[in-house]
């Protein structure tokens, strides 16, 4: 079993910057990669940003690229610093791991977190 804890979710005005935390228990030991997915009610979950471990490859998706950084520690966290945050980006923001990056990226996780709310008020 693995678990994701998520923080760092708030309000914040257009144009300001939040930063997300993501602090991955357990068996984690197998899996490569951990990202960031967003889900907007009435709305699909979608893909914002995903990194591996081994490499420090990162993927982005077009909606969140030149704004949006993933990083990560020494210690299985991952980090999202969100930047020029716009009213659009309004969603629940979800950890994710899994095998790979390009599996993390899919959308095709082995364990979710439970999610973190961010509202970007215009």
């Known amino acids: 079993q693995v678990q994701l804890v998520e923080s760092g979710g708030g309000l914040v005005q257009a144009g300001g910057s939040l930063r997300l935390s993501c602090v991955a228990s357990?068996?984690?030991?197998?899996?490569?990669?951990m990202g960031w997915f967003r889900q907007d009610p009435g709305k699909e979950r979608e893909f914002a940003a995903a990194i591996s471990w081994r490499g420090g490859g990162t993927r982005y998706a077009d909606s969140v690229k030149g704004r949006f950084t993933i990083s990560r520690d020494n210690a299985k966290s991952i980090y999202l610093q969100m930047n020029n945050l716009k009213p659009e980006d309004t969603a629940i923001y979800y950890c994710?791991?899994?095998?790979?990056?390009?599996?993390?990226?899919?959308?095709?996780?082995?364990?979710w977190g439970q999610g973190t709310q961010v509202t970007v008020s215009s």
């Open positions: 357990g068996r984690t030991f197998s899996r490569d990669a």
């Open positions: 994710a791991i899994g095998r790979d990056l390009l599996t993390v990226a899919a959308g095709r996780s082995d364990y």
